[in-house]
């Protein structure tokens, strides 16, 4: 059943007794004050249906805790060690000087709990409905977007540690998989500790062992109808599929059904690097920097500061390119309502795609295009080139037309023979081709409009403050603490709706006759 908190404060009560050493304009002076008002017990009702049982953490608290946690960075157990020795977090929570916290595992339960229902970010929203209440965001017209690489909280396996992992997770969620195990998977022994034992050095040695697993793997999933599994049995079956495939090939002069593998010349696009945690993967925020892990994306008020809207996502994938989730979020941010507004980010958003997008919608876009690189150093690029797409033609600084393919392919082929300027502009003997995105004329368009002053004024005065939200985010929390997407999302939501109300509290967050106020 739901508990709710006593009204009636206790002798030991650590805010009565020292709520004025709390650091005034704090997050804990604030819960300490106004935790009810915050996260009242009816936020949380629809979880506890029944009457009956022991009365759980009241909302008030659970709250609290859950967003000195995600605002903190700390653990479980870490939590319920603030929550029993630190006074600040007494004093948020309503805790007596002598009380103890719940168990670590309350948190959990708390979470599985939430993820459960139909408003698993609820405590963000509690907090989203301070800030629509304030007005603080009414009539800002400008939304600045970017994102971030969070590291994994798992380690990277190679190939071989992956197969094995797959494997045993087959022999224990499939249905009869001990004796698919003993009947197909004859290669290695699946029941032994450790990395196998086989001189590491020797390549043919590593080969062999590829090959029988490989082998073993290909049996087991021969072996089961993947239409009659479902849940975990499905998934097991999926992952050992995907890991049996994404990272090796048949071995030179074989065509693998020989028996024959070894680990393929090349990554996977979208290569899983831990069956541990399937949805992390690795992530390229720059040529220079590589990471494992996710990436979360938000969008910003930039003149507050404040997360309007946010997503964490598999750190590759087309679907989780920074244009496709920018345009997902503008598109579903709350604090917008179907106004317009100026759109701010770097070039990774500045995709064709993600200007159709804001097109549609009526947003403006102020996003540092695409740079074009030319196919000759110094000579012509892309813009060089006159588009007509009324007339499906292009003419080239020489002014030769050709027609626009199905395909948006232009070729300039034997034209290009002899021409005066080639030398500027290709250096194929077969002459220039030119690939037109679908969104070409918008993109032009925007390039255009990118070199008046008024739009790199606004462009460097406000797209950088979005740099600074992602400071505040990852400030001790670049490592996620939990494991794939569902989860980690739910704990970049508390986070955001931790940082925010810092941030409103910095803008000076009040109560003036009932309702939030800020100043």
């Known amino acids: 059943m739901q508990g709710r908190e006593d009204a009636q404060r206790g002798y030991l009560d650590v805010e009565a007794l020292a709520g004025e050493l709390l650091a005034p304009g704090s997050v804990f002076a604030f819960l ?59 004093a948020a929570c309503g805790y007596g000087l002598t009380d103890t916290a ?59 540690t992956q197969l094995i992992a797959a494997v045993r997770r087959f022999g224990r969620d499939v249905p009869g998989g001990q004796e698919l195990l003993a009947a197909h998977a004859t290669g290695y022994d699946y029941t032994r500790a450790g990395k196998p034992d086989i001189v590491w050095d020797d390549q043919d040695a590593k080969d062999g062992l590829i090959s029988a697993l490989i082998t ?16 975990k049995a499905a998934d097991a079956y999926a992952l050992l599929a995907l890991v049996a495939g994404q990272d090796v090939e048949p071995a030179e002069d074989s065509d693998g059904t020989d028996g024959r593998w070894r680990i393929a010349r090349k990554v996977a696009p979208d290569r899983m690097i831990s069956t541990v945690d399937p949805d992390t993967r690795h992530a390229h925020k720059t040529q220079s920097r590589q990471q494992d892990g996710f990436k979360a994306h938000i969008v910003i008020e930039p003149d507050t500061g404040l997360i309007t809207a946010a997503e964490l996502t598999k750190a590759s994938g087309p679907e989780n390119s920074d244009g496709a989730v920018g345009a997902r979020l503008i598109g579903m941010d709350p604090t917008i309502a179907g106004n317009s507004v100026d759109v701010l980010a770097d070039s990774a958003y500045g995709s064709g795609d993600m200007l159709a997008a804001l097109a549609r919608t009526g947003h ?12 000759v150093e110094g000579g012509f690029t892309l813009d060089d080139f006159t ?19 199905a395909k948006r392919r232009v070729t300039f082929g034997a034209a290009c023979t002899g021409c005066p300027l080639r030398h500027r502009c290709t250096a194929s003997p077969r002459g220039r081709k030119l690939d037109l995105h679908e969104h070409d004329a918008l993109q032009r368009e925007h390039r255009q409009r990118s070199a008046d002053p008024a739009f790199r004024d606004a462009y460097r005065r406000h797209r950088p403050m979005v740099e600074r939200s992602i400071a505040w985010l990852t400030r001790g929390n670049r490592r996620v603490p939990h494991r794939g997407i569902s989860r980690n999302n739910a704990w970049l939501q508390l986070r955001i709706a931790g940082l925010n109300l810092r941030r409103l509290l910095a803008l000076g967050l009040r109560v003036n006759q009932g309702s939030w106020a800020l100043g």
């Open 32 to 90: 300490a004050r106004h935790r009810g008002r915050l996260f009242p017990d009816s936020m949380m009702e629809d979880l506890f249906p029944s009457r009956r049982g022991r009365p759980s953490v009241p909302a008030p608290v659970i709250g609290s805790v859950l967003v000195l946690q995600a605002l903190q960075g700390l653990s479980d157990r870490e939590t319920a060690e603030a929550l029993t020795f630190d006074l600040r977090w007494k």
């Open 102 to 160: 719940f168990h670590p595992s309350t948190l959990t339960y708390w979470r599985r709990r939430l993820a459960a229902s139909g408003n698993p970010h609820r405590i963000m929203e509690a907090i989203a409905e301070v800030v629509a209440e304030t007005g603080v965001l009414h009539g800002k017209r400008r939304r600045a977007v970017d994102s971030t690489v969070l590291d994994d909280a798992v380690a990277r396996q190679d190939t071989i």
């Open 216 to 231: 073993d793997a290909l049996a087991l999933l021969a072996a089961v109808d993947p239409e009659t599994l479902e849940g």
């Open 364 to 375: 403006t876009p102020v996003i540092k295009p695409w740079p074009l690189r030319p196919a």
């Open 387 to 405: 588009v007509d797409e009324a007339a499906g033609t292009a003419t080239c600084p020489n002014g030769i037309t050709r027609n626009i393919t």
